[in-house]
Nanobody, 127 residues
C-alpha cells in the first residue's frame, strides 16, 4: 500500500519561507515521479513542481519558478518543497502526488494522471 504523508505547512508572513516534506512508503522514486500540487479555495488543483529522479528532471510551474525548490532524500524516501519569498497567492492546501509513469513529469503532471495522493497540508501566507 502506498502512503504519502505531508508535513510542514503553517502560517507565514509574506516574504517568509516554509519547507514541506512528504514521506513516502510503498513507492520508490526510481521508476515514477513525485511532486506537489496545490489547491486554493475556489480554484482547480494545479501542479506546482515534480521530479523524475531516474532522469534528473525537475519541473516548476511558472508561478513558483525561482522561489520554490524540490529535492529528495532517497535514503529516507522523502521529497521536500522549499518555498521561499512566499506570497499571499501561494496560500493553498499543498498535496504530495506520485505518478507511476515517470515520463508524466513534466509534460503531463496533471491531477487526472496522479496515482497516489497525500492528504494535504495547509499553507497560509498573510500579507
Amino acid at each position: 500500500e502506498v502512503q504519502l504523508v505531508e508535513s510542514g505547512g503553517g502560517l507565514v508572513q509574506a516574504g517568509g519561507s516554509l519547507r514541506l516534506s512528504c514521506a513516502a512508503s510503498g513507492f520508490t522514486f526510481d521508476g515514477g515521479a513525485i511532486g506537489w500540487f496545490r489547491q486554493a479555495p475556489g480554484k482547480e488543483r494545479e501542479g506546482v513542481s515534480c521530479m523524475r529522479s531516474s532522469a534528473g528532471i525537475t519541473y516548476y510551474a511558472d508561478s513558483v519558478k525561482g522561489r520554490f525548490t524540490i529535492s529528495s532524500d532517497n535514503a529516507k524516501n522523502t521529497v521536500y518543497l522549499q518555498m521561499n519569498s512566499l506570497k499571499p497567492e501561494d496560500t493553498a492546501v499543498y498535496y504530495c502526488a506520485a505518478v507511476l509513469l515517470g515520463s508524466r513529469c513534466p509534460g503531463t503532471y496533471r491531477a487526472p494522471y496522479v496515482n497516489y495522493w497525500g492528504k494535504g497540508t495547509l499553507v497560509n501566507v498573510s500579507s
